[in-house]
């Protein structure tokens, strides 16, 4: 799924640390990609009653470090040639207040070897075999124990409550000024200029991506051979729904207006309001605040709205 720049999605790798690459490259990255993640999980976890698909979660964003393509990047950064590395930690998560941090290796989940989680496959097969079968473990009850390498190289193995999330991922690309979303990931480039924007708006942009995965966009575009008007129509309908995915996870749903009006002047690589003919900066504008109007009755006493009940869709599945 396109999504807010007309652009596919982009390797989603951390960058290469070459022998002589300065370190701070690489915490930059990091931190972009904590940012994502922590706000796109936090929306996942604020919407997860509302999804037709949600799993347990701890909140960790991970990596399968058999699959970095540089050994230096490995040996500096993650001090193991191989297994499940932590790549971000959600803020507000279990795995936060349990005490795992970006760089941990994550062990075993329920005393099963999170290293022989599927790595008979292709790398990329391979990391999404591992979320399923921990995935599979979270779902046990009691709460599950995980055990986890810290990146002093001590031990730690607690019990752990993972919570529910919609079904979806985060994750920067190693280059590129783009945001998209595919059938179940969301990726954005580091050089992407809303994640220098005020934090309700850089939201705002992770919800309108989210919302194409939550309404499986990319499935029915690919069904009916993704024609322009129907590009158009997920991109309404996306625009539509990230209101009520930005008021349940706390933000002010106006954001969605507030980020059209200020890139409205002078828009960003990639051509944020090119998006599609016919479907111009003001037009989004209307629509997200009629969309607001609309979702105002069913905000309930603790300020949640359920979509799956009250949203109106413009796609007929």
Excluded at 20 to 47: I, K, M, Y
Aim: charged share 25%; proline share 8%.
């Amino acid at each position: 799924m396109r999504g807010w720049l007309a652009a596919m999605l982009l390797p989603l790798t951390p960058p290469a640390l070459a022998a002589d690459s300065p370190p701070d490259e690489h915490r930059t990255w990091q931190h972009l990609d904590r940012q994502l993640f922590d706000v796109g999980w936090n929306l996942a976890v604020a919407n997860a009653p509302y999804c037709r698909e949600s799993e347990p979660s701890l909140g960790i964003a991970l990596r399968d470090i058999a699959a970095a393509a540089d050994p230096g990047q490995t040996l500096s950064v993650f001090k193991r040639d191989g297994g499940i590395a932590v790549r971000a930690v959600a803020s507000g998560s279990p795995a936060e207040r349990a005490g795992i941090v970006p760089g941990a290796m994550l062990e075993t989940v329920n005393e099963a070897m999170v290293a022989d989680f599927g790595f008979t496959e292709h790398s990329d097969g391979r990391l999404a075999t591992s979320r399923e079968a921990i995935a599979t473990e979270l779902r046990s009850s009691p709460p599950p124990v995980v055990g986890w390498t810290a990146p002093d190289g001590t031990s730690h193995g607690v019990a752990i409550a993972p919570v529910l999330a919609c079904r979806s991922r985060f994750e920067l690309a190693s280059s590129g000024t783009h945001a998209s979303a595919n059938g179940e990931r969301v990726g954005m480039g580091p050089d992407f200029p809303a994640f220098a924007y005020p934090a309700e708006e850089f939201a705002a942009v992770v919800a309108h991506e989210l919302a194409h995965i939550l309404l499986g966009h990319q499935a029915w575009l690919d069904g009916r051979g993704r024609k322009a008007g129907d590009i158009r129509a997920t991109e309404r309908e996306a625009d539509r729904l990230a209101p009520w995915l930005l008021a349940n996870a706390g933000h002010d749903p106006r954001a969605a207006i507030r980020l059209l009006e200020r890139m409205r002047p002078e828009p960003p690589p990639g051509g944020l309001f090119r998006i599609r003919e016919g479907y111009k900066w003001r037009d989004r504008v209307k629509i997200i605040a009629t969309e607001i109007e609309a979702m105002e009755p069913h905000v309930d006493a603790q300020s949640r709205a359920d979509w799956s009940r009250h949203f109106v869709r413009d796609i007929d599945e």
